[in-house]
């Protein structure tokens, strides 16, 4: 079966409609929450803020804007857990992260909404993954922003698990 494609107006809505529901859950979390790691290598629901911050550098709008600004242009690998490390996002206040986030996002949006057609079919080459498309970019965008999303919301429902008692039971697990 064959899926249609996001179309970028779309996608642009799904940008900010991320950031919507990351400040609708987050804003109530308290900080023991916020920078509660589920296990020894796994980030707190900051860290997770300064991944989604550092892809849309690194990964989404800062590679399409290299694939638009030249022909087949070479793309970096990044590291995330040792840029995670380096970031220091689980010490930052969360409000600052999510701000710092949904500014990027603006624009963001902005230049996903102002793509043509012919910018889709540019591609950039990644040494890891071969020729990426901005297409293809677009659609893993949104698949990323709502897998991180998820993250963020397994990690509170991680966090309150062990205090649940025998309402445990109900969720099946």
């Known amino acids: 079966m064959s899926h249609a494609v996001l179309m970028p107006a779309e996608v642009a809505a799904l940008l900010s409609a ?15 929450v916020l920078t509660w790691h589920p296990g020894p290598d796994e980030w707190c629901v900051k860290e997770v803020l300064g991944h989604l911050i550092e892809a849309e550098h690194r990964g989404f709008a800062g590679r399409i804007r290299i694939i638009l600004g030249a022909d ?20 930052r206040p ?10 990027l996002r603006v624009e963001s949006a902005s230049l996903v909404g102002r793509l043509m057609a012919a910018d889709l079919e540019r591609a950039g080459r990644h040494p890891t993954v071969g020729l990426l498309r901005v297409r293809d970019l677009l659609q893993e965008w949104v698949h990323h ?6 993250q963020a919301l397994a990690n509170v429902q991680a966090y309150v698990w062990p205090a649940m008692g025998n309402a445990q039971k109900f969720s099946g697990e």
């Open 145 to 150: 922003d709502r897998n991180h999303v998820r």
């Open 18 to 32: 991320t950031i919507t529901a990351l400040r609708a859950e987050l804003v109530a979390l308290p900080e023991r």
């Open 94 to 103: 969360a409000t600052a992260l999510l701000d710092e986030l949904a500014s």
């Open 72 to 91: 087949t242009p070479a793309l970096e690998e990044w590291d995330p857990p040792a840029v995670a490390r380096a970031r220091g996002d689980c010490a």
